[in-house]
């Protein structure tokens, strides 16, 4: 009886940490809106693995553990979609609007149609099927009658329930179809390409890419750790009893069962309200998270959808308006092939000089060579570009009706451009690279790298001033900085007295940094800021670091093999070798204690507000260790307020700042941060 009644609590504890888990990932990844900080969510999924890791009896495929599986996908299977997945007609203009009015009200007049405008997202698409409210499959749009199995992938999506609950009183459909877009938002999509290059792996183009990338990993535990959203715009079989006469009353079910919606929908009465309303978000389309390319425009009564109809591409009863791109049309005039200093090898496109967006450009990035071979695109092509936002333009597609028969296939270098070396592909890589750690071009973005502000923090040592030294073969590898010599630098082109003088001490000055600058500096692949700071932190040492097996260096939880195995290939490189015995002689440091970790300013500049009693420390001590680390304190919660701390009963400061929007961090979360610096 009493062991009954354990178990009992166990399931009931289990019970309810899966109902908090579902309930923060609704708030977090469908609202928007997280209550608790990501340490208390850990904390809640740590503590249910580890029951469920005890009690494997009480494993439920609904439980947010099982999101995620173990196996590696061989294929994507073919899916055969219960109604073609559609695509749209496009309209560029408010006439072209007026014209699909025209032709629709043949069918239904005017007057009785309703319409629901939405902005249309630029993901992909995807279609979802539970089957009595549970998860069942999901596939990708395909050619439209067949898409690919991504039931694996999909299901690592926080936002998308794995059961559909509702705490209204709805019967749970037997067949209930959604479909929607999967997207990434723009800052996610900085942050995700901003790791992938800190690792040196090959980044993605635009967000539409990342997402679309990320969704078909073979491996779906990499698909977990992308941040992907998923919303739901429309619908595909649906077995219910309910009665289902619009498309916003299909959404406002959708939001019941806690499914992720299509945000900023609209009824319109008129097709002017229609109107005024696409050219509102043409305006603003930049204020959201994530990119759109247009509004769509849908007929709301989804009776008037069936007497209209479809042609077999695309339904008569909905129309995309797309916005006007910063685009413009020139021709391709040439490949460069640019070697980063990792040694990728990336294709940047020349181009006849042409105004875009009001500022010319004459350049623009290929990415790589998958990039190449989706566009289609070949020298002296004419070419569209685009301008989104302030990033580099970008080649969107080919106009194949203006070629001749003179275009140049862009061929994939078998030689390094500048070095010579033969090219090598990794498996699983898209990235081509030169193998030569001494090739000039890698000696040059390696040395830049090196003296990078978050790096060693070398002033003056830019890119210009590198390429020259590499030029006048001063430097040929990273460490010969530390040997240069005052009248070496006084040769070259303006370098008077106090710019040498300058130099010369902002080199000596960096062989104090810690070592975790130093380990990122070095530009191991697969080793960001981050695990190079718990590197450096864990091992002490750069002789602890060299000597660590694999295994050893894994005892670090974000070190996984991948990076352990570049880690040791790194150190076993006798190039490498050479630099850190030279390192070495010209005094740099290569050791870090806990406390110089302290030095890192990561309030820096920022003003930094306390709320509530904290736990563990007095709040002159907390004001005194954020001070230390660059911040300045208050006392009051205002729009220049960067972030609020906030303990235990919080005050009216904890109101105002999540009215403001201010950045708010729990003191467990707070003290993870200032430990782990
Ligand atoms: S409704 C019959 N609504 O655009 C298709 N589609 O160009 C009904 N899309 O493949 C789709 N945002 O995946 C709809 N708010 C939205 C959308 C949207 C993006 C995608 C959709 C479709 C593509 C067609």
Not at 426 to 446: K, L
Not at 483 to 495: A, G, W, Y
Request: one cysteine or more; charged letters at 30%; hydrophobic letters at 35%.
């Amino acid at each position: 009886m009493k062991m009954k009644d354990t178990r009992n609590k166990i399931f009931s504890k289990i019970e309810d940490l899966r109902k908090k888990i579902k309930y923060h990932d609704y708030l977090y990844y469908v609202l928007n809106q997280p209550e608790i900080s990501d340490y208390e969510y850990d904390k809640l999924y740590k503590e249910l693995k580890e029951l469920e890791e005890k009690y494997p009896e009480f494993i439920t495929a609904d439980s947010p553990t099982q999101r995620v599986c173990g196996e590696v996908i061989k294929e994507f299977k073919p899916i055969k979609h219960t109604f073609p997945m559609l695509s749209l007609d496009n309209t560029y203009s408010e006439q072209e609007i007026y014209d699909w009015l025209e032709k629709i009200s043949k069918f239904v007049p005017a007057k009785n149609l309703e319409f629901i405008v939405e902005p249309k997202l630029d993901g992909l698409s995807c279609t979802i099927h539970y089957i009595d409210g549970k998860f069942h499959t999901a596939a990708t749009r395909g050619d439209g009658e067949t898409g690919e199995d991504v039931t694996l992938n999909v299901k690592t999506i926080k936002s998308i329930p794995l059961v559909l609950e509702t705490k209204y009183k709805i019967k749970i459909p037997k067949f209930f179809e959604v479909r929607g877009e999967v997207i990434m938002f723009k800052v996610d999509f900085e942050k995700l390409n901003k790791e992938l290059s800190n690792k040196g792996q090959q980044t993605f183009a635009n967000p539409r890419n990342a997402a679309s990338g990320s969704l078909r990993q073979k491996n779906p535990k990499i698909t977990a750790q992308r941040p992907l959203r998923f919303y739901v715009h429309s619908y595909g079989k649906i077995e219910t009893d309910i009665d289902i006469k619009t498309d916003e009353e299909f959404l406002e079910l959708c939001k019941k069962f806690s499914l992720p919606v299509i945000q900023n929908y609209k009824i319109c009465e008129t097709i002017d309200e229609v109107i005024k309303y696409c050219l509102e978000w043409q305006n603003k389309r930049d204020s959201l998270e994530y990119d759109i390319d247009g509004m769509v425009i849908k007929v709301n009564q989804l009776k008037y959808r069936q007497q209209i109809g479809n042609t077999l591409k695309a339904p008569r009863w909905a129309i995309a308006y797309k916005f006007p791109a910063k685009q413009a049309t020139t021709i391709l005039k040439n490949v460069i092939m640019q070697v980063g200093r990792t040694g990728i090898i990336t294709p940047v496109a020349e181009l006849q000089p042409i105004e875009c967006g009001g500022v010319i450009i004459s350049r623009a990035t290929l990415h790589n060579f998958d990039e190449i071979k989706r566009l289609g695109v070949k020298i002296g092509d004419t070419v569209v570009v685009e301008r989104a936002g302030e990033v580099i333009p970008k080649i969107v597609k080919v106009i194949e009706s203006k070629r001749t028969s003179k275009e140049k296939e862009i061929e994939i270098p078998k030689k390094c451009p500048v070095c010579g070396s033969n090219v090598v592909k990794e498996e699983n890589e898209v990235a081509y690279r030169c193998p030569n750690p001494s090739c000039p071009a890698q000696i040059i973005n390696s040395i830049v790298h090196f003296a990078k502000r978050e790096a060693m923090d070398i002033e003056g040592l830019g890119e210009s001033v590198v390429e020259l030294l590499v030029e006048k073969n001063l430097v040929k590898k990273i460490s010969d900085i530390y040997f240069l010599t005052k009248q070496q630098l006084l040769t070259l082109p303006l370098f008077k007295e106090k710019k040498t003088n300058n130099l010369l001490s902002a080199i000596e000055k960096s062989k104090q940094k810690p070592l975790s600058k130093l380990l990122y500096a070095l530009g191991i692949r697969h080793v960001g800021e981050k695990a190079a700071e718990l590197l450096a932190e864990h091992f002490g040492s750069l002789d602890n670091i060299m000597q660590a097996t694999e295994s050893e260096l894994q005892r670090i939880s974000e070190v996984g093999p991948v990076m352990a195995k570049s880690i040791k290939e790194f150190f076993e490189n006798r190039y490498t070798i050479e630099i850190i015995n030279e390192l070495k002689k010209a005094n740099v440091n290569m050791t870090q204690t806990k406390a110089e970790n302290k030095e890192k300013q990561i309030f820096k500049n920022m003003t930094v507000v306390f709320t509530g009693e904290l736990e563990s420390m007095t709040r002159n001590k907390a004001e005194e260790l954020v001070k230390q680390m660059g911040a300045k304190t208050s006392s009051f919660v205002s729009k220049s307020t960067s972030l609020v701390v906030v303990g235990k009963n919080p005050g009216s400061k904890y109101q105002k700042a999540k009215q403001l929007g201010i950045k708010i961090l729990y003191e467990e979360d707070f003290l993870k941060m200032i430990s782990e610096k």
